[in-house]
DNA sequence: ATTGTCCCTACCGACTTACTAGGCAATACA
DNA sequence: TGTATTGCCTAGTAAGTCGGTAGGGACAAT
C-alpha cells in the first residue's frame, strides 16, 4: 500500500501534465482541486521540485510547472521520491535494496524470489508508464484541470 | 512495502508446507530456523490458523501443520491475512475497496486506472503462486527445514 | 511599499509496527 | 494423578510513521 502523500502527489504531478507545460499554477489551484490540503500538499511539491520533477516560481504569478516533458516522468519515479522502494522487501528492491538481516542466503530464498517477480511486474508498469501516457484529457477528467472540453469529437 | 509480519508469516507457512504435512511443527524450531523472535511469531502463527491456513495442536508434541495442502494456499492469502489488500490505494483494490474521498469521479481518476493495472498484475502472480509452487526444496533452500541433501546431483 | 506566492523549519496527535510479558488451558506421558 | 510441555489469549509498550498544522521568511511583481 502507498500512502495518501503519494496519491496526492501523483494527481498533483498528474494535473500539471496536462496544463500548458509553459505556465505557472498556484499550489492552492491544485490543493483546491484534488481536495488536499494546502499546506499538506506544498510539502509534497516542495519535494518533488527538489528531485527536479518540477519549477517552480516564487511571488505574484508564481506557481509550480513540470521541469522535463511528461513524457520524461513515469509514475515509479514520483513514487519512489515519495514513498520508497516499489518493492515488497527491501532485499528484493533494485533501487533501494537492503539485506535481509534474518536470511541465510538469499539467493535461495523463496520468498524473496516470488518478491522479485512481483517487483518486476509492478516496475514493468510503473517504469514505462509516463505522466503522457497517463495524461490523456480523455481518460483522466478527473484529475484535469477543466471542466472537459470534450477533446475528439466523434 | 510489505510488513516484518507478513515476511516472517510467508516464511514459516513455506516451511511448514516443505516438511511432511502429518507431522507438528513446534513454533520454537520454526522461530529459532527463520530467526524470528519466538512470542511474536506466535502470534503471527495464530492469526494464519484462526483464518483456517494452518492446524495446530497443544501439549506434548504438539505444534503447526498446514491445514490444506499446498498447492491450496496461496501467497496473496496469506498476504491479505497478515498484510491486507495487495492493491496500492484502497480505491483500486477488489478484496478491500474504500472509496477515494479526494476523488470526485472514480470512474475517469487517472491514477486509480494505473494502480488497477498495479494490482492486477500483482495478483496475477500472488493469487496463482501457490506454497507447493515455491516450496520445491531445490529451489528454497534458505527456507527449508533440512540441511540441503544435494537435490540434483550435477 | 505592498501584496502575493513559494520556501523552510518546527511541531503535533493518532496510529501502526514490532515486539515483550505473563499466565491460562489442553495434551501427553510417567 | 501429576507434571512437563506446548499452544492460546490478553495486555502492554517503545519507537517510528502518517497525515497533517503553524508560522513566518524570502522573493517577485506591481
Given amino acids: 500500500m502507498l ?5 496526492y502527489g501523483l494527481k498533483a504531478i ?9 505556465e505557472f499554477t498556484l499550489v492552492a489551484e491544485i490543493a483546491d482541486r484534488q481536495r488536499a490540503p494546502r499546506k499538506y500538499l506544498e510539502l509534497i511539491l516542495l519535494e518533488l521540485r527538489k528531485h527536479g520533477f518540477l519549477h517552480s516560481q516564487r511571488g505574484k504569478n508564481g506557481g509550480f510547472r513540470l521541469a522535463r516533458p511528461p513524457e520524461q516522468i513515469t509514475f515509479g519515479q514520483v513514487i519512489r521520491v515519495l514513498d520508497g ?11 533501494g535494496y537492503r539485506k535481509c538481516v ?3 542466503d538469499e539467493q ?24 503522457a501516457d497517463a495524461a490523456t484529457p480523455a481518460l483522466a477528467r478527473d484529475v484535469a ?8 469529437p466523434a
Wanted: aromatic share 2%; charged share 20%; proline share 10%.
Fill in 3 to 7: 500512502t495518501q502523500k503519494a496519491k
Fill in 14 to 22: 498528474l494535473m500539471l501534465a496536462q496544463r500548458n507545460s509553459s
Fill in 85 to 95: 522502494p516499489l518493492a515488497p522487501f527491501p532485499c528484493a528492491s533494485l533501487t
Fill in 102 to 104: 534474518d536470511c541465510s
Fill in 108 to 131: 535461495v530464498c523463496a520468498v524473496r524470489k516470488q518478491m522479485r517477480r512481483v517487483r518486476d511486474a509492478m516496475a514493468a508498469i510503473l517504469d514505462t508508464t509516463t505522466l
Fill in 145 to 152: 484541470a477543466d471542466p472537459a472540453p470534450a477533446p475528439i
